[in-house]
């Protein structure tokens, strides 16, 4: 199989779970939906609990220290919070949601809502970002980039096709404009992925997994409607993360 295909395979089965998400949605009641989504969220934070434990990975703490891992974190995600609030990232997803709707919405012959419009941007942002952050978006789109396989990609791709259905049974086709995201951030990787020699070394891995983790509990408050973390600024710490550790590592 040819590298790329994991990342096909996961904007198919995102697409077809859309579609089924929507089907279904319209027949449910806005109480029903919303467990839904409450749901999801809970779930959520199950899985962000499970990848913010790699700050316990023996290979980082023996790498960096003990106690630099957390402080790895914390820095990543200031620095990290700092740069995306600068560079306006959730602004512009949320600017590039609003336009996508409107384009499909003037096709359409539709009127605009205010309402639709914002569970449209909600669907696309937090898709967007449940689909694109995590240890088998990264680690997943590098090893088929290399042609190790997308077997990753593929269990990635059953876990977000159920997760789809669920998002556009609440959030509608929002879910779906996520394809999108996932083509730019996992074409990107895999392509990155087929440049590098190697995958990255086991003490970053686990720092961009347990910074990705966190970013995950602010998506699963998000969806909990406990509070709106403007999470798409802090993707940055994913980056700073890693270049942080390579920083301890090379002055220790």
């Known amino acids: 199989m040819f590298p790329g295909i994991g990342t096909l395979v996961n904007i198919a089965t995102v697409l ?8 279904v949605g319209h027949r449910l009641s806005q109480q029903t939906r919303d467990v839904v989504t409450d749901a999801l969220g809970l779930v959520t934070l199950l899985i962000a609990a499970a990848s913010a434990a790699s700050l316990l990975n023996p290979a980082w703490s023996a790498a960096v220290g003990d106690s630099a891992p957390m ?6 995600m200031l620095l990290g919070g700092i740069l995306g609030s600068v560079l306006g990232i959730e ?3 949320e600017g590039f949601g609003s336009w996508l709707q409107q384009g499909l919405q003037r096709r359409s012959g539709g009127r605009q809502d205010s309402a639709d419009r914002q569970r449209f941007i909600e669907g696309f942002v937090s898709s967007s970002l449940v689909f694109c952050v995590g240890p ?9 980039g290399l042609g190790n396989g997308p077997d990753q990609l593929f269990l990635k ?11 556009a ?3 509608g086709w929002g879910v779906g404009a996520s394809a999108i995201a996932i083509l730019v951030v996992q074409g990107g990787l895999t392509l990155v992925g087929a440049a590098l020699g190697g995958v990255l070394p086991e003490p970053h891995l686990a720092a961009l997994t347990t910074t990705g983790g966190l970013l995950l509990v602010g998506v699963a408050l998000r969806l ?16 700073i993360a890693p270049l942080l ?3 301890v590592i090379a002055v220790r």
Request: charged share 10%; no cysteine.
């Open 16 to 23: 077809i779970g859309t579609v089924i998400g929507v089907s």
């Open 71 to 76: 402080l790895i974190v914390l820095g990543a």
């Open 91 to 93: 602004r512009r997803l």
């Open 136 to 144: 088998l978006t990264v680690l997943g789109s590098i090893n088929d």
């Open 157 to 167: 791709s059953a876990l977000d096709g159920f997760a789809a259905i669920a998002f």
């Open 169 to 171: 049974a609440s959030l």
């Open 224 to 239: 909990l409607k406990i509070k709106l973390v403007p999470v798409g600024d802090l993707l940055p710490a994913l980056l």
């Open 245 to 247: 550790t390579a920083l």
